[in-house]
C-alpha cells in the first residue's frame, strides 16, 4: 500500500504563481525566520499536518493539490 506524500515542488510552484516569497510564506505560516519555512519546502524538514492545514489556508488550494501518490511498480513490491 502506498500513502500520499507532500510534494514540496507543486507547494513551491503554487506559492510562487500567487507571487508569494519564502519571507512572506515564513511571516504567514508564524516562523521567526524564513529559514524554518524554507527548510521543509526543499525537503528537509518534513511539513507537520498543522504546517499542510496552513499551507493550504494561505496558498487557497486544497489538500489534495499538494500531495502526490507514488507509483509503485510490481517488481518493487516483490
Given at each position: 500500500?502506498?500513502?500520499?506524500e ?38 528537509l ?8 492545514s ?25
Amino acid at each position: 500500500m502506498t500513502f500520499p506524500e507532500v510534494d514540496t515542488n507543486r507547494i513551491k510552484e503554487i506559492r510562487k504563481k500567487k507571487g508569494i516569497s519564502i519571507e512572506q510564506m515564513s511571516n504567514k505560516m508564524g516562523f521567526n525566520s524564513y529559514q524554518g519555512y524554507y527548510k521543509k519546502e526543499v525537503g528537509l524538514r518534513q511539513f507537520s499536518a498543522n504546517d499542510i492545514s496552513k499551507i493550504c489556508l494561505i496558498l487557497d488550494v486544497n489538500y489534495e493539490d499538494i500531495f502526490f501518490t507514488p507509483i509503485v511498480t510490481e517488481k518493487e513490491t516483490q
